[in-house]
């Protein structure tokens, strides 16, 4: 059974330095889609505790919004591509929803608290690439775990999760909070058959500078294996369309001699 690193940041003193913390993850898991744009990661399937099993299958990810990524095994083989990263939509398409109208998160402004997170997020198009299962893509925009918006202060039952505990600790060299949390009757995974949370305790880890949740893990003894693990290796690179593409866009190199074949 896997287990989580017991190496913690000393907690602050005090009800209400909790209750910012509690503020603060929630917030934080409101984040994701205004904190980056691309990202370069390893994902694992299951939890583990400081570091991954080096013999745990993986897949390496590169994932540019709004919606193009490229996966690879561990050997480099490519198991996907997006290859529709530029598709234009017709006219039939653009006026049949009122979804078809909504813009990217990053281009319409959410409402920040002091700290320069997202209290609430305004509508948008919202949706993460996936791969395999929901969890994947849930982990990316972790926002199941808070909701778009704080619940009113007469109603807290509504929070998606009961938090526990919310501790400061590095995650693969990098500052997250973890937090033990457990869902609550209003909880609504994005995808309900590979939740991040299941029913009971968990604990989940966000990643502090990007929102990205980069662990979770069941902490109920009949499910001690369902989780995930993140490795974040690095954020806002560059991404040219090849790495997108199933066939390289490069022009020819006119360099190069090109034979043609002249027949008598």
């Not at 603060?24 to 904190?35: A, G």
């Not at 897949?59 to 591509?81: K, M, Y």
């Not at 002091?114 to 305004?122: E, F, Q, S, Y």
Request: glycine share 6%.
């Amino acid at each position: 059974m896997s287990t989580w690193d017991t190496r913690r940041r000393p907690d602050p003193e005090g009800s209400a330095a909790a209750a910012d913390l509690s503020t603060m993850f929630r917030n934080l898991c409101r984040s994701s889609p205004w904190k980056w744009q691309s990202l370069r990661f390893e994902y694992w399937d299951e939890p583990f505790s400081d570091v991954p099993d080096p013999s745990a299958p993986l897949v390496r990810a590169w994932l540019r919004r709004p919606g193009a990524l490229r996966l690879e095994t561990a050997d480099r083989l490519v198991l996907h591509s997006t290859t529709g990263i530029n598709d234009s939509k017709d006219g039939l398409y653009v006026s049949a929803t009122r979804k078809s109208w909504l813009l990217p998160p990053h281009l319409v402004a959410p409402v920040y608290d002091d700290g320069g997170l997202v209290r609430r997020r305004p509508e948008a198009a919202y949706g993460e690439p996936g791969f395999g299962n929901g969890r994947f893509s849930a982990a990316l925009d972790p926002v199941e775990l808070a909701g778009n918006a704080p619940v009113p202060i007469e109603f807290p039952g509504t929070n998606a999760v009961e938090i526990d505990t919310v501790r400061r600790l590095d995650h693969n060299g990098r500052p997250a909070l973890e937090a033990t949390v457990t869902p609550t009757a209003s909880y609504r995974p994005a995808d309900p058959a590979a939740p991040l949370c299941l029913p009971g305790s968990n604990r989940v880890r966000i990643d502090v500078e990007t929102g990205v949740c980069v662990a979770s893990q069941s902490l109920e003894t009949a499910t001690p294996d369902y989780g995930h693990w993140i490795r974040i290796l690095a954020v806002d690179e560059y991404m040219l369309d090849d790495l997108f593409v199933a066939e390289s866009m490069n022009l020819t190199d006119v360099r190069r001699h090109i034979a043609w074949d002249i027949r008598a």
